[in-house]
């Protein structure tokens, strides 16, 4: 049995026009080099967005059908999903087993990006549940936990504690940061190797978004990583794209296969050396990598440049991005003599490019002036804010008006204070 591990499309990732086909082509590329197996694993944020535009849809279904249109060898045995909610017509093709990631979370009983797909017959939506298939009397038990906050994620996971079944296979998939593969800073791990549970032959992770296989203790731990760039950090450009085949005989064997069709990305950093000019030094740099190594597409190509502020003119960079387009998508930083200046930019960063940190926050400020409401029963704070993001405002005050011992309090302070 071949079993297809792909994860963090990030379809409609960027809307800037010369890489909005990016997320979609590299997916794409995944997809069909995955058809030849007999199941697809999806480990999240498929999507970019908890409300695609009709036209990232449009794009993201024709790549996600693909698998419809193989024929499957595997039967499916059991599940702790309701049957019902499992489609025929799913079962019928290649069968492709999915989680939500971060960034496709919403509220509770909100239907997300992934279960409406389940709804049309493309996959098998899992959240703390499992899956049994079978190929030639092997059986492989698929556990799968969709993503959740960080702060959650241990007590989430402790609470539906997956058990690996007998005579199986056993893989559970996560959409979290785990200790030491952390995403982002501002969201501090509750997971970590030790505390992962034990007896699964694979632990299988999506959201971080490069891959690594690492051995822990009787398991494998498999980080397929994201067939897209998504922010341009430097260690984006130390790990390849791609994702991750199993095949099951006696010792499950576990090959990364890379992407050939990907848009490329460096990161490099240029010291300013006094004998040569700037603009020297640049494009010496920029020639290493666009004539010199057999690119598919234009690069991505960020360039540090370390030095005094005053000798970097931005007319100048600005005439060599010109004189590089569409050869290479060129973005220079000049690294900043102040690090209290660099600490605050890197932090703006952060935040601005996840959204869902930023949610965080927010949820934190509702959660703050609740309780000053006195809003202190069993409260659900995250499933309010994500209610209130997703602008269901009715919804919300339906919530706060079944608390009516608090309702005049409603009434007479505002509800965020300014
Ligand atoms: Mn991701």
């Not at 039967?75 to 290649?94: D, N, V």
């Not at 994201?226 to 576990?254: D, H, R, W, Y």
């Not at 069709?261 to 006094?274: A, D, S, T, V």
């Not at 703006?348 to 609740?370: A, C, P």
């Amino acid at each position: 049995m071949r079993i297809a591990i792909l994860s963090d499309f990030h379809f409609g990732v960027s809307s800037r026009l010369e890489l909005e086909e990016d997320s979609f082509e590299q997916a794409e590329e995944a997809m069909e080099k995955a058809l030849d197996s007999d199941l697809i694993l999806l480990i999240g944020d498929i999507f970019d967005s908890r409300f695609p535009k009709t036209s990232i849809w449009a794009k993201a279904i024709k790549i996600l059908v693909k698998p419809l249109l193989k024929e499957s060898n595997v039967k499916f045995l059991e599940s702790s999903k309701e049957l019902r909610k499992i489609s025929k017509r799913t079962l019928k093709h290649l069968p492709v087993i999915a989680i939500h990631g971060t960034h496709e979370r919403r509220a509770k009983d909100e239907i997300n990006v992934i279960q409406a797909l389940e709804n049309a017959g493309i996959l098998i939506h899992l959240h703390c549940q499992t899956i049994v298939f079978e190929k030639d009397g092997k059986r492989v038990a698929i556990h799968g936990m969709s993503g959740v906050p960080e702060r959650f994620a241990k007590d989430v996971l402790y609470s539906w504690n997956p058990k690996p079944m007998p005579n199986c296979f056993n893989i559970l998939l996560l959409h979290q940061s785990i200790e030491p593969y952390v995403y982002s800073p501002l969201e501090p791990p509750t997971l970590n190797l030790s505390n992962l549970p034990k007896g699964f032959d694979l632990i299988v992770d999506g959201h971080i978004h490069g891959h690594s296989i690492e051995k822990i203790d009787d398991s494998i731990l498999v980080i397929p990583g994201s067939t897209i760039v998504t922010q341009l950090e430097k260690n984006e450009a130390e790990t390849e794209k791609g994702f991750v085949k199993v095949e099951l005989n006696e010792k499950p064997k576990i090959d990364f296969i890379p992407l050939e069709r990907n848009r490329k990305f460096f990161y490099e950093e240029i010291k300013l050396e006094k004998k040569l000019s700037l603009r020297e030094q640049i494009e010496k740099k920029l020639k290493e990598i666009i004539y010199v190594k057999n690119l598919p597409k234009p690069p991505l190509i960020k360039l540090k440049i370390v030095g005094k502020e005053t000798e970097v003119s931005d007319q100048e960079l600005r005439y060599i991005e010109r004189k590089y387009s569409g050869k290479a998508l060129i973005g220079f930083v000049k690294e900043l003599e102040s690090p209290e200046i660099t600490q605050k930019i890197e932090f703006l960063r952060n935040l601005r490019e996840q959204k869902l940190s930023t949610e965080e926050i927010g949820l934190g400020l509702l959660k703050k002036n609740l309780e000053e409401l006195k809003f202190n029963s069993i409260f659900d704070y995250d499933n309010t804010f994500k209610l209130l993001s997703d602008g269901e405002i009715e919804k919300v005050f339906n919530i706060l008006l079944v608390e009516q011992s608090t309702l005049t309090q409603v009434l007479k302070k505002p509800l965020i204070e300014k």
